[in-house]
């Protein structure tokens, strides 16, 4: 892993291209919602026992890398759109929009408050952890 000197993120490659930033999550979430806020925090209690796993902000959302990038979290107007990858499509009534990206699929999970967090979420979120570790 190598960590960009200026902004702190991880990544896979050594100065690997990135859109360098120093914002701080916080910034992410001004004037959003605070069920917003309330469900970025519960996402993030609920994986924190998945190691390796680093957390920081791009421009406009939240990135997790373990061996590579694996989740993103971008906070919209009134939902977080929180979008990982997989080796394979999981059927589930959850994931709002799937798309082919190289050879993984990009899916992604739109939550507007902290109850829509459980343990679908949770199960759904740890495909796309265990990926990233491949």
Known sequence: MWQCPVCKRNFKQTNQFH?????????????KPDELVLAYD????????WEPNSIGASIHSIVMTSKKAWLIIKPMKSQLDVKFYTDDPPISKRIKKTTSYRNKFACHIRIAHPDEIDEEVF????????????
Do not use: N, P
């Open 123 to 134: 199960f759904l979120l740890r495909k796309g952890f265990e990926h990233s570790l491949e």
């Open 19 to 31: 859109m360098c930033t120093t914002k701080d999550i916080g910034e992410l979430f001004l004037g």
């Open 42 to 49: 519960d996402l993030v209690q609920g994986m924190a026992g």
